[in-house]
Every structure is written in C-alpha cells, then in structure tokens.
C-alpha cells in the first residue's frame, strides 16, 4: 500500500470544490479513505486548512471537516529535526520544506502528492500531481 503526504492545496482543492482539480483531490482522499492507501498530512495543513476554510464557514463546521479527514489520514510529527532539515535545505517555499521534511524524516513516506510539483523539486521522495499519480496506480493495475 503507498504511503504519502498530501499537501494542503490538494485537501482544499477537494473540500472548496475548486475545478478543474476537486475531482482528482477527492478521488485521493477517497482512496485513503477505503484503505487503498495511507495518507498522512501535517499538523501545518491541518492549521493551512482550518484557517482557510473558517474564511467561509464557522468554527464548528470546519473542526467537522478537519475530524473527517483525520478519520482517513494520519499525520507526521514535525520537531526539531525537521526544521533543521528544512532551514538548511535548497527548497525556496519554507512551508513546502517543512512538510518535505517531516516525510523525509518518518521513513516510510514515499509520494507526496500535490499541484505544487516545482516547489518539491529538491525532494528526494516521488512526487505527483492527483491526477498523474491516479493514472500511474490506474496503469500498474492494468499492466
């Protein structure tokens, strides 16, 4: 089973319904949510998701969300070491370094998923767009 990081945008591409991206996003998220796969998100995009989606609805409405989507996900640590990593890394988006890093760091991490592919492009993990990694899975299972 992969094991991956999703990254914010991909979690607000499926929960603001933004097209062209929303289907693709729910479809990951869907996927962990049936078991297919592992994701795991950051308590950085669980901070990035709250406070962008409180824009629209109230407080209690977006801790659902959020208690919805730890119901399908895990979530990486993030201390000291991540930091460092990120700090001295080459990564020039220092919110994408963090999240890098904190799968870097958990070992057993190897995708990140998200729309943001050039701000990863130092990241020693596989990275994809929804879409891209949807069609690759769709094709090994074909193949």
Do not use: W
């Not at 319904?17 to 949510?33: G, Q, Y």
């Not at 995708?111 to 949807?134: A, C, M």
């Amino acid at each position: 089973m992969d094991r991956l990081l999703i990254d914010s945008d991909v979690i607000l591409d499926s929960l603001f319904d933004r097209k062209p991206f929303a289907e693709h996003a729910t479809n990951v998220l869907r996927m962990c949510e049936i078991g297919r796969i592992h994701g795991f998100l950051t308590p950085l995009i669980y901070s990035n998701v709250y406070y962008l989606l409180r824009q629209t609805a109230t407080h209690e409405k977006v801790i659902k969300k959020l208690k919805q989507l730890l119901e399908i996900t895990d979530v990486l640590q993030m201390d000291r070491k991540v930091i460092e990593n990120a700090l001295n890394s080459g990564f020039k988006d220092f919110e994408d370094s963090l999240q890098n890093y904190s799968a870097v760091n958990n070992g057993n991490i190897q995708i990140i998923i998200t729309r943001n592919l050039k701000d990863y492009k130092h990241s020693e993990l596989g990275v994809f767009s929804p879409e891209t990694y949807l069609k690759s899975i769709q094709a090994s299972h074909v193949g």
